[in-house]
């Protein structure tokens, strides 16, 4: 238990950055966490942090042992949770991490309602289009779109995250409407840009894949600032359904239909999924997030295909 004790100093002093930081979230006093750390790197016979007046950083081999720790202390906690998941209230920590549009505009006012049903778990939700592994970065749920990884975890499909062409009157009226998708290549284009760079406006004509991207005049990892680019009539934006859902209902954006569809890559059943380790929904805070968000989207999306 010293070790641990040790370790959990260490590891919270690298999050921290001061000694003195990490000493208070533990109600410890300073001199003894440091005195702690120091008997750590003295039983390993190595030097983990390099120590100076104003910041303490870790050497290479202190990286090395903090990023080994941080897998045994989240594989503990989980231990731990899973023997305390015998208590039937649904309480603690939960770790979410959801890509930046979707968790925006649908996940973020769907935890305001569960937090609502319940308040013992507190929420720790990080938005981020790149992408997390469960296992290592310490999420409980992980929500993406693509297509279904081939990460040993539990996929479950929310909705369609098919991409779709979409402009304002006012740009229409300017340059015309485009007749078929390889037109799309003499008009402006604004660009969604994906941890792997901006996506293409590819179409599949005979089994063959065109590129049919037009010139750029924008390209952002902010939909929403693509999409008000859009409505100011500066180009053509190729986007989720879900994200452009309430600029197709007030009209400000239009979407364009070609005789072949547009997608952003050539793999087929692009969805938004809702990924979670197996064992982790045994966890009762796991399983009352997966079965509420599972249930709350699928009636969502029941609702707006019968309007």
Request: hydrophobic share 40%; net charge positive.
């Given at each position: 238990?010293?070790q641990?004790?040790?370790?959990?100093?260490?590891?919270?002093?690298?999050?921290t950055?001061?000694?003195?930081?990490?000493?208070?979230?533990?109600?410890?006093?300073?001199?003894?966490?440091?005195?702690?750390?120091?008997?750590?790197?003295?039983?390993?016979?190595?030097?983990?942090?390099?120590?100076?007046?104003?910041?303490?950083?870790?050497?290479?081999v202190?990286?090395?042992?903090?990023?080994?720790?941080?897998?045994?202390?989240?594989?503990?906690?989980?231990?731990?949770?899973?023997?305390?998941?015998?208590?039937?209230?649904?309480?603690?920590?939960?770790?979410?991490?959801?890509?930046v549009?979707?968790?925006?505009?649908?996940?973020?006012?769907?935890?305001?309602?569960?937090?609502?049903?319940?308040?013992?778990?507190?929420?720790?939700?990080?938005?981020?289009?790149?992408?997390?592994?469960?296992?290592?970065?310490?999420?409980?749920?992980?929500?993406?779109?693509?297509?279904?990884?081939?990460?040993?975890?539990?996929?479950i499909?929310?909705?369609?995250?098919?991409?779709?062409?979409?402009?304002?009157?006012?740009?229409?009226?300017?340059?015309?409407?485009?007749?078929?998708?390889m037109?799309?290549?003499?008009?402006?284009?604004?660009?969604?840009?994906?941890?792997?760079?901006?996506?293409?406006w590819?179409?599949?004509?005979?089994?063959?894949?065109?590129?049919?991207?037009?010139?750029?005049?924008?390209?952002?990892?902010?939909?929403?600032?693509?999409?008000?680019?859009?409505?100011?009539?500066?180009?053509?934006?190729?986007?989720?359904?879900?994200?452009?859902?309430?600029?197709?209902?007030?009209?400000?954006?239009?979407?364009?239909?070609?005789?072949?569809?547009?997608?952003?890559?050539?793999?087929?059943?692009?969805?938004?999924?809702?990924?979670?380790?197996?064992?982790?929904?045994?966890?009762?805070?796991?399983?009352?997030?997966?079965?509420?968000?599972?249930?709350?989207?699928?009636?969502?999306?029941?609702?707006?295909?019968?309007?």
């Open positions: 238990m010293d641990l004790r040790a370790i959990r100093y260490f590891s919270k002093v690298v999050e950055g001061s000694f003195t930081k990490a000493a208070s979230v533990f109600n410890v006093p300073p001199s003894s966490l440091s005195r702690r750390v120091a008997d750590l790197e003295k039983s390993l016979g190595a030097t983990l942090l390099k120590r100076s007046t104003r910041i303490v950083k870790l050497t290479e202190g990286q090395i042992y903090y990023n080994d720790m941080q897998q045994i202390l989240n594989h503990l906690e989980q231990s731990n949770e899973t023997v305390r998941s015998y208590q039937t209230t649904p309480m603690g920590r939960l770790r979410i991490s959801s890509m549009g979707f968790g925006e505009k649908i996940l973020l006012p769907l935890l305001d309602e569960f937090s609502l049903l319940y308040p013992e778990i507190t929420l720790d939700v990080s938005l981020s289009d790149e992408l997390s592994t469960l296992g290592r970065d310490d999420v409980d749920i992980a929500i993406r779109g693509g297509y279904a990884p081939n990460e040993r975890v539990l996929a499909r929310l909705m369609d995250n098919g991409f779709i062409p979409v402009a304002s009157p006012s740009y229409l009226e300017k340059y015309g409407m485009p007749s078929n998708a037109e799309l290549k003499q008009h402006n284009g604004l660009y969604f840009k994906a941890p792997s760079g901006p996506t293409p590819l179409c599949n004509m005979k089994g063959q894949w065109h590129d049919v991207s037009g010139p750029a005049v924008a390209i952002s990892n902010n939909g929403p600032w693509l999409a008000k680019k859009a409505c100011n009539g500066e180009g053509i934006l190729m986007s989720t359904r879900w994200a452009l859902a309430s600029y197709l209902e007030s009209g400000k954006l239009q979407e364009l239909k070609f005789e072949h569809e547009l997608a952003i890559t050539q793999h087929s059943n692009m969805a938004v999924y809702l990924l979670y380790q197996k064992q982790r929904y045994l966890v009762p805070k796991v399983k009352a997030a997966v079965d509420f968000l599972v249930q709350r989207i699928k009636v969502e999306n029941e609702i707006k295909k019968s309007e």
